[in-house]
């Protein structure tokens, strides 16, 4: 089994930034070569694909909404993934969720994820 723990979520004006973080335990994934993905929900709406990594981070997809503004990141070490949101919008405010599977690949599918965190709320103001 693995836990994950999202934190660094919040209150931000647009245009600001965040980073948030994903803490694995358990079955460290750095063992494992895990893939990880971020994903996020707003209010009555599905839950969304934002960014993946594979396991050796050389790998990276993002959504088209996000490209070039979030960054998805990892240290192995310290069995933690990151997301870096930069020129953040009203539009990103969602719970973000980490998202862990259990091979090397990196994915854009919440289907083929096999443990979730529990979600980081990130809200940006106008």
């Known amino acids: 089994q693995v836990q994950l723990v999202e934190s660094g979520g919040g209150l931000v004006q647009a245009g600001g930034s965040l980073r948030l973080s994903c803490a694995a335990s358990?079955?460290?994934?750095?063992?494992?070569?895990?893939?990880m993905g971020w994903f996020r929900q707003a209010p009555g709406k599905e839950r969304e694909f934002v960014a993946t990594i594979n396991w050796s981070g050389v790998i990276t997809y993002y959504a088209d909404s996000v490209k070039g503004r979030f960054t998805i990141s990892r240290d192995n070490a310290k069995n933690t993934v990151y997301l870096q949101m930069n020129s953040l919008k009203p539009e990103d405010t969602a719970v973000y969720y980490c998202?862990?599977?259990?091979?090397?690949?990196?994915?854009?599918?919440?289907?083929?994820?096999?443990?979730w965190g529990q979600g980081t709320q990130v809200t940006v103001s106008s």
């Open positions: 358990g079955r460290t994934f750095s063992s494992y070569a895990m893939g």
């Open positions: 998202a862990a599977r259990s091979t090397v690949a990196a994915g854009t599918s919440p289907a083929i994820y096999d443990y």
